[in-house]
């Protein structure tokens, strides 16, 4: 069986052509991620550019819903590296972390090297 490339859109509609149900699907760490569209203008919206409807849905940026693919869902470390970098290092944990609480927690933790005590200067 052949699957549908992403992203695109699902909707049901009433005989009379009434929009009952639509969903957009989105790549995701998973594959294929849902979000729920609730009126035609909202399915246009999505089909313009879904990564941008997905994002200012979540208020994010499409920025982050890119880092949000690129890390398999994992948020990436809150610290400063010695040259005064963000780190790129990943929290570790679980993967696949669903996109809001992946937002909660993207550069809000720290990766094994910069873990440690909160007083810590050399974060």
Known sequence: MERTP???TDTREDVDGKLLDAAGYIQGPRGRTP???NSSDEIESFR???EGFFADRHGATVEQYRDW????????????TAKGRQCRKLV????????????????????????????????
């Open 92 to 123: 570790p944990g679980a993967r696949f972390w669903p996109f809001e609480a992946w937002l909660r927690a993207h550069r809000r933790n720290f990766c094994a090297v910069h873990r440690g005590p909160l007083d810590r200067a050399d974060r």
């Open 69 to 80: 693919i690129d890390t398999d869902g994992r948020p990436r470390c809150a610290g400063i």
């Open 35 to 37: 979000i729920r569209l």
């Open 48 to 50: 313009k550019d879904p």
């Open 6 to 8: 992403l992203p695109y």
